[in-house]
Structure formats: C-alpha cells, structure tokens
C-alpha cells in the first residue's frame, strides 16, 4: 500500500474528508490520461473521472465495483442530480428495483460485455464524494425505502458470508448459535442454513424480496457485505462482524460507522479471532432489556 493510500485511508476512517479530497487530487495528478477507464483492467481497478466540472452537464455515472459500493455511494446521487444538466446511471441490473423515484433522469442496465458509450462527463459512482465535495454526513440514511417483509417483532437477520471477494470476512454460521437461543431470526445468507431461522432454505437472490426481509428485521448482524450497506441504506440498525484490519470503510476503533449512523462496529481483537468479536456483540445484544427499541442506540 503506497503512502499516499495510507494516508488517505487514514483521513477517510477519521472523518477528515477535505484531506482525504486533497489526496484524491494529488493521487488523480499522478495518473497518465490514456489510463483513463482503460478497458485492459478490470472494471473495478479503473478511474473513470477526469476532474473536469460536472455542474451544468449530462453526467453518466458508471458502478465498476460491487453491489455494496454501490449502495453505499447512492446516497450521492440526488445532489449529483440537483447540480448536473442530466443524470445517466449505469447500474448493476440487481439493484434497479431498489432505486428511489427519480434518483436520475435514464437507469441502464450495466453490461459489463456492452457498457454504454462515453457521455459529456463520466465518472464511476465511488468517485461521487470527492467530485462534489460532500462529506457522506451531509447525505444520511436512510436513502433507500421498501414495504418491509412481516416478521415477527424483534427478528434479528444474520450474515455470515461475504462471498468470494474475501474470505476472511466470512465466518461459519455454528458461530452465532450460541445468540439464537428464544430469539426470532432469519438468514440473510443466500445458502440454506442450519441455524434455528424462519427461512433455513436461505435468503432469496431477488434484491427487493431480500431488502424486504432486512427491513422486517428489528436487527442486522452481518459481516462486511453487501447486506450490511443495505441494512445500513434503510437506516437499520446493523451491528458489523468486521475482521481484524477491515476495509477503509470502518474504523472499529470508535465502534461507530460515519456512513451509517445505525452501525455498530465489532472487529477481531486479533487476526481470525472471530469468537472474541462475536463474545463482545453477544454481551451487548444481552444487555438489551428490550429487542427492537434499544437496538439502534
């Protein structure tokens, strides 16, 4: 990891978004301009913006990475929308049926085999904060809505898998056994489960069936994943199984998330000590006199 990542990563995780912007331009200085959405790399190693004003143009926001990325940077889209001429959002095909009314004036379908053509601007979706300069405090959640799915009061969801992306976010369900004992849950995993839940054949891949089961849930326990920027989205409360040294996104020290204020952050104490984080939530979910109230202080 070079130093100028270091320390923007350093800045993002300390809420210091105007350093964290001046590194991003120092950073963008340094690119050759020929790289620019360069099709030899794989769509979420590429930049796409090239710092050029987006206000007063047709803007076409691409989503290179994942799911989670996505919904995390969503929150953008309204004032990217207040400040451009027009809004093309080029968008994972699952995630359309999530989108608020009018977050842009065209959704496309992303194609990865047949992306769409390059438009007056064009930046990628994680590239939104920097290129308006606004702090994701400035965009809270929630900022994505749906008809909640019935379930029982105080049903608690559980994810326990991250995909492929990174394995160490993941851990095995039996983990979490010992925190079901009289409760209500469901999982959130897309695998059938062998856990105590209301749905053991797992979760739907349907985006709207599973958004609808995390905003029936009174609470989310999840790993780093896209269900945990989902549960965070709808303004859930969403506590965090994060490994040791998580992402950039998290800062586990504080315990606390800036991007979704509902998050509780519980990291390993040390590398693949996942029954030291889970001891740690557990003692809090058992502090709880009362399920759903007190699940989001």
Request: net charge negative.
């Amino acid at each position: 990891m070079s130093t100028l990542h270091q320390d923007w990563m350093t800045s993002i995780r300390a809420g210091d978004h105007a350093r964290a912007w001046e590194l991003n331009a120092r950073e963008a200085a340094l690119r050759p301009p020929g790289e620019r959405d360069n099709p030899a790399l794989p769509y979420h190693l590429r930049w796409v913006w090239d710092l050029a004003p987006l206000d007063g143009c047709d803007v076409l926001v691409r989503c290179y990475h994942g799911l989670g990325d996505t919904i995390q940077f969503l929150r953008f889209l309204p004032e990217l929308h207040r400040r451009a001429a027009s809004v093309t959002l080029e968008i994972q095909p699952r995630l359309i049926p999530l989108l608020p009314t009018g977050i842009a004036d065209r959704v496309v379908p992303f194609d990865p085999a047949h992306p769409l053509k390059p438009a007056e601007r064009d930046i990628e979706i994680m590239e939104l904060s920097f290129a308006l300069r606004v702090a994701p405090a400035e965009c809270p959640p929630p900022y994505l809505q749906v008809a909640p799915a019935d379930l029982p009061e105080g049903t608690i969801g559980l994810c326990c898998s991250s995909g492929d992306w990174d394995a160490e976010r993941s851990f095995p369900p039996e983990l979490l056994a010992p925190l079901l004992a009289g409760r209500e849950c469901v999982t959130l995993d897309a695998q059938p489960s062998a856990l105590p839940v209301r749905n053991p054949q797992g979760c739907p891949f349907d985006m709207a069936e599973t958004a609808a089961l995390v905003a029936g849930c009174a609470l989310v326990i999840t790993v780093d994943t896209m269900i945990a920027h989902l549960a965070g989205a709808l303004g859930k409360p969403v506590w965090l199984l994060l490994k040791h040294a998580p992402d950039w996104r998290w800062a586990p020290e504080t315990g606390r998330s800036e991007w979704y204020p509902s998050a509780r952050l519980y990291a390993q104490p040390s590398p693949g000590d996942w029954a030291g984080a889970i001891a740690a939530l557990a003692h809090d979910l058992d502090l709880l006199a009362s399920p759903q109230p007190e699940f989001a202080r």
